[in-house]
C-alpha cells in the first residue's frame, strides 16, 4: 500500500487509517472513551498519527481478512478530518473516530430518526413500533435503528415493506450478525441501504461475548448523533435502549417517549427523562411538529 | 478545519478500473447519489457543478455558479500553496468542443478560483478535437485507448519548468481520462511525475454490480 510518493501531498489514506484504528484498539486498555481521549488532546489528529505505518498496515491486512473470509467484500470506512465525515457525530461524548459501513452513504445526511425499544416487546409495542415507522417513512424521514431483536427489527422490517429508507447501526463488526436470524436483514439493508458499524474488527475477533456485548450500548450512542431525535417505543427499567435517552439528552438531540411507556406504573424513566426534556409522545402528530421543522431547517 | 484530501489506496482502488496501484490520485469527497437522490453537500456539488450549458440564463444556474466558488474553496483549503506552486495543472478537456454551444469550462474556472492570489500555473496541455457525448451522460463509456485518438498535445503550450503535473477533473469514476492523458503527458514529460486531483470519486452503487 505505501508506494513512494513522488510528492508530499499531505493526505489520508483509508488503508492506512483503518490498520491504524485496529492496532488503536488492540491496545488492552483501549476504550471508545481512552481513545477520544487521545483525540481531545490532539484534535486535528488521525489514527495513523499514533501507530507506526508497519504495525498499521499489518493490522490492516488482519481486519480486511476477517471481513472477506466473513463475505464482506466491499465496504468502505469514514475517517475524521477527511470528507463524509458526518460532523454531527462530533456531538456524541466519546466521538468515533473511524467507522466501517456498507451501502448508500449519502443516506447519512438524510433527514434521519431513531426508532429503538426492548427486545422482547409486547403485542402492542409490535404494533406501535410499526405504525409509528410507517407515519415517519410517509413524512420523508429515514428510519435509523440498531437491528435487534424486537423493536429494531420490527422498525427495519417495516421501513422497508413501507418503501421507506433505513439505516442499520450495529453492535458487531460488519463481519457478524447479531442476532442470527437478522443476518439476510442486514444483507438486504447493506445491498440497499446504508449499515454502519464502529465495532473494531480484529478485537472484536480476539475476545469472548462478555466483552464484545459491551459493545452494542456504545453504537446506541453513536446512533442517536446521526438522527434529528430517537423514538422510544418501550423498554425496561434496565434496557439498553435507556443509553441511546440519556445520549439524545446530552447530544441536544429530541427524544420522545411513547405516552404507554408512561401509563406503565412499573417503569420510573420516563418521568425521569421527561424532566430533562423529553417529548411524552401521545399520537403521532406529537413527533411530526417537533421533527417536521427542524429537519426543513437542517 | 477544512476537510483533508484522501488518496486512493488499495482500500478503494477496485473502483476505478482503470488505475492502479501506481496512479497517484487524490480527491475531497464522495460521490454516492443514487436515483437522483443527493442528500450530502458532496452530491448536491458535483450535480450543481455538472449542470448542462443550456441551463444558463436559467434561475437554478446560480447553483452552478456557487458550486464552481465551492469547489475552488474547498480544494485550496486541502492543498498547500507550496505544493500547488510548484506544479503545471492540467483540467481534463471538456467533452465538447469549444465552438459547441455545450461547450463548459467549469474545470477551468474552478482552477480559476484555487488559483486566485496564488502563483498557479493552469494549462490547457492536453486539447480534444472533436465533441463527445459527456460521460456522465452517456452508457457507452469509452477506454483510454478511444480517449488517445481524440486527445492531443497543445504544442504551443509544453513547456513548463514546474517539478510535476496534475491533472484536474471534478469527478473520479473509472480513471479512463486520467489514463489517458497521463499517458499523453508522460510522452511528452518523460521526467515529471504525473498526478491525479479530483474534487469527488464516484463510489460505484453496489445494487448495480
Given at each position: 500500500m505505501a508506494t513512494a510518493l513522488a510528492t508530499s501531498l499531505p493526505s489520508v489514506s483509508p488503508l492506512l487509517e483503518l490498520g491504524a484504528y485496529e492496532a488503536l484498539w488492540s491496545e488492552k486498555t483501549a476504550s471508545f472513551k481512552a481513545i477520544a481521549d487521545r483525540f481531545r488532546a490532539h484534535p486535528d489528529a488521525l489514527p495513523s498519527d499514533f501507530v507506526m505505518a508497519t504495525i498499521a498496515e499489518d493490522f490492516a491486512k488482519r481486519a480486511i481478512a476477517l471481513l472477506n473470509q466473513a463475505g464482506v467484500a466491499r465496504f468502505g470506512v469514514r475517517i475524521n478530518g477527511a470528507g463524509e465525515y458526518p460532523k454531527k457525530l462530533r456531538d456524541a461524548g466519546h466521538p468515533v473516530e473511524l467507522l466501517y459501513y456498507q451501502g448508500w452513504w449519502d443516506l447519512v445526511e438524510s433527514p434521519c430518526v431513531a426508532v429503538v425499544g426492548t427486545r422482547t416487546p409486547s403485542d402492542d409495542g409490535i404494533r406501535r413500533a410499526a405504525k409509528l415507522t410507517e407515519c415517519l417513512v410517509r413524512d420523508g424521514f429515514t428510519v435509523v435503528s440498531g437491528l435487534?431483536?424486537?423493536?429494531?427489527?420490527?422498525?427495519?422490517?417495516?421501513?422497508?415493506?413501507?418503501?421507506?429508507?433505513?439505516?442499520?447501526?450495529?453492535?458487531?463488526?460488519?463481519?457478524?450478525?447479531?442476532?442470527?436470524?437478522?443476518?439476510?436483514?442486514?444483507?438486504?439493508?447493506?445491498?440497499?441501504?446504508?449499515l454502519i458499524s464502529q465495532v473494531p474488527v480484529y478485537r472484536y475477533s480476539t475476545q469472548d461475548w462478555r466483552l464484545n456485548r459491551l459493545f452494542f450500548p456504545e453504537r446506541n450512542i453513536t446512533m442517536s448523533?446521526?438522527?434529528?431525535?430517537?423514538?422510544?417505543?418501550?423498554?425496561?427499567?434496565?434496557?439498553?435502549?435507556?443509553?441511546?435517552?440519556?445520549?439524545?439528552?446530552?447530544?441536544?438531540?429530541?427524544?420522545?417517549?411513547?405516552?404507554?411507556?408512561?401509563?406503565?406504573?412499573?417503569?420510573?424513566?420516563?418521568?425521569?427523562f421527561e424532566k430533562l426534556g423529553a417529548i411524552r409522545v401521545r399520537d403521532y402528530e406529537d413527533v411530526r411538529q417537533q421533527l417536521v421543522d427542524q429537519a426543513h431547517q437542517g | 478545519m477544512s476537510t483533508k484530501l484522501t488518496r486512493v489506496d488499495g482500500l478503494l482502488l477496485a473502483d476505478h478500473c482503470y488505475l492502479d496501484a501506481e496512479d497517484e490520485c487524490y480527491f475531497v469527497g464522495e460521490y454516492t447519489a443514487r436515483a437522483g437522490y443527493a442528500f450530502s453537500p458532496t452530491n448536491d456539488l458535483i450535480q450543481n457543478l455538472k449542470k448542462p450549458m443550456d441551463?444558463?440564463?436559467?434561475?437554478?444556474?446560480?447553483?452552478?455558479?456557487?458550486?464552481?466558488?465551492?469547489?475552488?474553496?474547498?480544494?485550496?483549503?486541502?492543498?498547500?500553496?507550496e505544493w500547488l506552486e510548484s506544479a503545471t495543472v492540467v483540467p481534463v478537456p471538456p467533452s465538447k468542443a469549444k465552438n459547441d454551444p455545450l461547450y463548459d469550462d467549469r474545470l477551468l474556472r474552478v482552477l480559476h478560483r484555487l488559483g486566485s492570489n496564488i502563483a498557479i500555473d493552469i494549462r490547457e496541455l492536453v486539447v480534444q478535437t472533436k465533441s463527445t457525448a459527456a460521460a456522465h451522460e452517456s452508457s457507452d463509456r469509452p477506454t483510454p485507448t478511444d480517449l488517445l485518438d481524440i486527445y492531443s498535445i497543445d504544442t504551443a503550450k509544453a513547456k513548463t519548468e514546474q517539478k510535476k503535473l496534475v491533472v484536474f477533473d471534478d469527478l473520479l469514476t473509472t480513471g479512463c481520462h486520467f489514463r489517458a492523458i497521463k499517458q499523453i503527458l508522460r510522452a511528452e514529460f518523460p521526467n515529471k511525475p504525473v498526478i491525479g486531483l479530483f474534487i469527488a470519486r464516484r463510489v460505484p452503487d453496489s445494487a448495480a454490480i
Open positions: 435487534a431483536k424486537g423493536i429494531d427489527s420490527i422498525a427495519h422490517q417495516t421501513a422497508l415493506e413501507s418503501g421507506g429508507r433505513t439505516i442499520a447501526v450495529i453492535g458487531t463488526p460488519l463481519s457478524h450478525a447479531y442476532p442470527k436470524e437478522n443476518r439476510d436483514l442486514q444483507r438486504r439493508i447493506a445491498d440497499k441501504f446504508l448523533a446521526l438522527t434529528l431525535g430517537t423514538v422510544i417505543v418501550e423498554a425496561g427499567e434496565t434496557s439498553g435502549t435507556l443509553v441511546q435517552a440519556r445520549a439524545a439528552v446530552h447530544q441536544g438531540r429530541k427524544l420522545f417517549i411513547l405516552d404507554s411507556c408512561f401509563r406503565n406504573p412499573k417503569l420510573t424513566w420516563p418521568s425521569r | 441551463r444558463l440564463g436559467l434561475p437554478e444556474w446560480k447553483y452552478k455558479e456557487r458550486a464552481i466558488a465551492q469547489a475552488g474553496d474547498t480544494l485550496r483549503g486541502a492543498i498547500p500553496q
